[in-house]
């Protein structure tokens, strides 16, 4: 018996050019995602080797339990200073294009090439250089999974 997926997420990868303005064109698969299960409207923010992008509503779940549980946790200032103040809200325009503050872009050395990367309930946003060396280091280090994913039943 086949297995049907029971929900759009964000997934796979592909490689977009920024326009000279900083636009990126939203993948049809991802803005398909936020159509239907969220609004056409992401919020970007920097994170550790990327930008990471939320649907809105899954960036206010974030923010939520920032406040009510990330006091509790050592450290998380530092962390919430450096997340919070990348957020762009970006909403979707007419041509599926979100526009990249210059700031994020120059941050993490984005000149035209990037790719956007699904990440289930978010997706990420690369230099393309940057990407490359990420995966070829994920790769290297595989084998670091297996616990993990033998633990849920994956292995």
Known sequence: MKHQVSSLRF???SEHSLDTKGRLNIPSR???VLREVYTETVVVT???KSLKAFP???WERLEEKLISKGRMQPGMG???RYVISGVTV???DKQGRILLPATLRSEFGFTKEVVLNGMLEHFEIWDKSAWQLETQR???RFTDFDSGLSSL???
């Open 11 to 13: 997934r796979s990868r």
């Open 153 to 155: 039943g994956i292995l």
């Open 90 to 92: 970006c909403p979707l």
């Open 78 to 80: 530092d962390f919430v």
């Open 56 to 58: 809105l509503e899954e």
């Open 30 to 32: 991802f803005r398909e």
């Open 46 to 48: 920097n994170w550790q």
């Open 138 to 140: 994920t790769r290297e």
